[in-house]
């Protein structure tokens, strides 16, 4: 049996079509496209309609595609974007009656808990003691913490992303030494006074995670981030882009996640393995396990 996840995010609008073998998710498909919903908010707090109807249609693509490849059950969610949108309900209903999918606004604690699957659940090895999950996300950041056994115990939650830092912060292409400070010293500020439990072993998810594996490896710690700071700022997006085959949209806001992944690992004290799996992953494996939705309730603790 086949199983579809559609993830509207702040950056990207995501679809992953996948099976479950021996235990083990076997990915289908997987398709995104770049839709930058957090640069199309006006002054009121709304995504403008405009957005709105070039993100239905491309939903509208995904489940086509995916039910062409044999998805008896999609589910559609929208996390951040929408959720913080003063719109975010019409929005919903508009991109599911364009998509002719359901569109479910994500909790904060959801999020985290089906992160939280997907995160441990494709780590290739025995996941054992407590966890900690990263997701930089467009607009928001997430920490999960938690043990395979018992579940989500935490969700810490801040809304501050790498999609909107960029747009906020960073003009120049590549990055200015005086931008990434600047940027550097706006989370540290962010961020005083934050205090997390130090979990035994901590993973990162999200695009901003799996784009760094290309750049440095499988696992972020201060040299390997130190490391892609300077060559996310040594070149043009256009030509870090060619050299690692990314697409030059995600390098333009990759600078700012790993400074935001730099200070979620050392608030972790724990290097930051990067995960395999995700928030697509979970509600795949969540739908195998027969919870279209969840009535869990982690502790949400909010900036």
Known sequence: MLCAAIDIGSNT??????????????????????????????????????????????????????????????????????????????????ISAAAGVDVEILSGEEEGRLS?????????????????????????????????????????????????????????????????RRVRDHIEDFFEGVEIEHPEQAVAVGGSATSLRRLVGAVLEYETLERAVRVLSSEPAAEVGRRFELDPRRVRILTTGVLLLEKVAELLGQPLQIGKGGLREGIILDLFAGNGTSSAAPTLRAA
């Open 13 to 94: 609008t995501r679809v992953l079509v996948a099976e479950l073998i021996d235990g083990q998710l076997k990915k289908v498909m997987e398709q995104r496209a770049y839709t930058r919903i957090s640069k199309a908010i006006d002054d009121e707090g709304a995504i403008c309609p405009d957005k709105v109807e070039e993100v239905g249609e491309l939903v509208a693509t995904q489940v086509r595609l995916a039910r062409e490849l044999g998805a008896e059950e999609i589910r559609a969610v929208a996390t951040a974007a929408v959720r913080e949108a003063s719109n975010g309900p019409a929005v919903a209903a508009a």
């Open 116 to 180: 939280f699957i997907g995160a441990t659940k494709g780590l290739g090895h025995p996941a054992e003691g407590s966890i900690g999950v990263v997701d930089v996300g467009g607009g928001s950041t997430e920490v999960i913490l938690g043990t395979v056994p018992d579940g989500v115990e935490e969700v810490r939650s801040w809304h501050i992303g790498s999609g909107v830092l960029a747009d906020e912060m960073i003009t120049s292409d590549p990055p200015s030494a005086a931008e990434i």
